[in-house]
């Protein structure tokens, strides 16, 4: 029978990582890619018996692309410190592993739990983000992508019908943090790619993503979390184009 690999990318993620650790223990081989935790993440992935390999960070496209390369099994779960694999999805998975005809890469939707309830909408159900079951050598990663990295696939793509969950943030702190460390690597992505900024593109770039989620994915039906979930989403995308702007100003003391 086919064996299956599932990776999980850390940092400093000892108060999410070991319900991760649990959901996916059914699976041969669990590596966990960690890039210089501090706290007890690294004990609680070993008393798991995850195979702990430590990769520093130069962006989440390279880092995705060594924690397959870590992978000793064909076919490659990706799962976050913040997801849990259902037991439903767990027994989809393993009936696509063992089947000699089953697609290349997969999609998987996620249930998304914030400020005490389940999000229906904001874009956060189903929530495909990436395939997240795949053949380790019919996908990569784009290197250059430091987030939201892009991915190619050799083949054929299929979705699972069981969602797994993920719990994405403890606290609007972690809202907040997130939101800072986004916009910092966003705002180099673009500027990687030579996309200008200016503050006007920042606040035209910031309402779109408000209104999209709020609005046109109706997250105002969420309540105040859909509210929190455009508003974060705004000052993201704001402070990715400021922030470019800043890197190329003078704003020194006076």
């Known amino acids: 029978?086919?064996?299956?690999?599932?990776?999980?990318?850390?940092?400093?993620?000892?108060?999410?990582?070991?319900?991760?650790?649990?959901?996916?223990?059914?699976?041969?081989?669990?590596v966990v890619v960690d890039s210089g935790s501090t706290d007890r993440t690294i004990d609680l992935a070993k008393s798991y018996n995850a195979r702990v390999v430590h990769v520093e960070f130069e962006g989440f496209g390279k880092l995705r692309n060594s924690a397959v390369a870590a992978c000793s099994y064909d076919m490659v779960l990706?799962?976050?410190?913040?997801?849990?694999?259902?037991?439903?999805?767990?027994?989809?998975?393993?009936?696509?592993i063992a089947d000699p005809d089953a697609a290349d890469a997969y999609l998987i939707p996620r249930r998304n739990y914030f400020m005490g309830k389940w999000i229906k909408h904001c874009g956060w159900y189903p929530d495909y983000r990436q395939p997240q079951l795949f053949r380790r050598t019919s996908m990569v990663y784009r290197d250059e992508d430091l987030v939201h990295e892009g991915y190619v696939v050799n083949g054929k793509v299929?979705?699972?019908?069981?969602?797994?969950?993920?719990?994405?943030?403890?606290?609007?702190?972690?809202?907040?943090?997130?939101?800072?460390?986004?916009?910092?690597?966003?705002?180099?992505?673009l500027k990687a790619r030579n996309v200008s900024g200016s503050m006007t593109k920042a606040l035209v770039h910031g309402i779109?993503?408000?209104?999209?989620?709020?609005?046109?994915?109706?997250?105002?039906?969420?309540?105040?979390?859909?509210?929190?979930?455009?508003?974060?989403?705004?000052?993201?995308?704001?402070?990715?184009?400021?922030k470019m702007v800043e890197k190329d100003s003078n704003w020194g003391s006076p």
């Open 208 to 242: 779109g993503n408000f209104l999209r989620l709020y609005v046109l994915k109706l997250g105002f039906l969420d309540g105040w979390a859909g509210f929190v979930i455009a508003m974060s989403n705004f000052e993201g995308s704001f402070y990715k184009y400021a």
């Open 1 to 30: 029978m086919a064996k299956l690999s599932a990776y999980i990318l850390t940092y400093n993620e000892e108060a999410k990582i070991e319900a991760a650790l649990k959901s996916i223990s059914w699976a041969d081989e669990i």
């Open 78 to 96: 990706s799962i976050d410190a913040d997801e849990r694999c259902t037991p439903e999805a767990r027994d989809e998975i393993l009936s696509i």
């Open 158 to 189: 299929g979705r699972l019908k069981n969602a797994i969950w993920q719990i994405p943030f403890k606290d609007l702190s972690q809202v907040i943090a997130k939101m800072e460390r986004y916009s910092n690597l966003g705002a180099d992505k």
